[in-house]
């Protein structure tokens, strides 16, 4: 079985510029995850989905994160304009479905973005 | 807002001895509890969950779980300079999609 597939796996970019990550979860896997790890921190969830509708996004800081689920499939997460606090590992994460006490999150490998 | 507590460490220990590492957890109908284990660089990467009360056992690893006192604990036996890391703890509440709020994690040192 495949893993949770993540690209580019690094970007660096300057602050105001604009960046999108892409994320290709387990297939099957119903629930997708966003988040965001500051260096030293633990991973802060950015928006959660079931299939293609958002069922968390009260952490995503709307004025410039946006993210969608085309399909229930892939996602992308966008930043625009970026500034220097968004320096992080973003990780992908997926589950089968949620609503099961049991079922387990697995990671994608993360995208390391760093802004100057 | 959930919170989950853990100490951030570093925790040393010597190879050979058992680390224990501890998380609390603010909301009190949470259901589920996971630990993951995160490589410097890596992401995370689950060792093992627990949802009742008690002791859970899977190798070198014992998951404790006390709901009363809110705190979940993880064992390691016999820890290995492999086993140094960056041991995060999850908690996923009982509500709706069951969010999963994440500790900012334990860094553990096995000495050699």
């Known amino acids: 079985e495949a893993g949770v597939a993540q690209s580019p796996r690094y970007k660096i970019i300057e602050k105001r510029q604009s960046v999108a990550f892409w994320c290709n979860p387990i297939?099957?896997?119903?629930?997708l995850y966003w988040y965001q790890q500051i260096l030293g921190q633990g991973p802060k969830l950015l928006i959660q989905?079931?299939?293609?509708?958002?069922?968390?996004d009260s952490q995503l800081p709307k004025d410039r994160f946006s993210a969608e689920r085309l399909k229930g499939v892939d996602s992308t997460l966008k930043i625009q304009p970026a500034k220097l606090e968004d320096s992080a590992v973003y990780l992908c994460?997926?589950?089968?479905?949620?609503?099961?006490?049991?079922?387990?999150?697995?990671f994608g490998p993360g995208t390391r973005l760093t802004v100057l | 807002q959930k919170e989950v507590e853990q100490n951030s460490g570093p925790l040393s220990v010597p190879e050979g001895a058992i680390a224990s590492l501890n998380c609390t957890y603010s909301?009190?109908?949470?259901?589920?509890f996971f630990w993951y284990r995160q490589y410097s660089g890596k992401s995370p990467e689950l060792i093992m969950f627990?949802?009742?009360?008690g002791d859970k056992e899977d190798g070198r690893f014992t998951a404790q779980l006390n709901k009363a006192s809110q705190y979940v604990s993880l064992l390691i036996r016999d820890s290995q300079p492999s086993d140094s890391a960056t041991y995060l703890c999850?908690?996923?509440?009982?509500?709706?999609?069951?969010?999963?709020?994440f500790g900012t994690g334990t860094k553990l040192q096995v000495i050699p």
């Open positions: 627990i949802y009742s009360n």
């Open positions: 297939s099957g896997h119903a629930t």
């Open positions: 989905f079931q299939n293609n509708g958002v069922v968390d």
């Open positions: 994460a997926s589950h089968r479905i949620a609503g099961t006490r049991t079922d387990t999150q697995y």
């Open positions: 909301d009190r109908g949470s259901q589920s």
């Open positions: 999850a908690v996923k509440d009982s509500l709706g999609y069951q969010k999963v709020t």
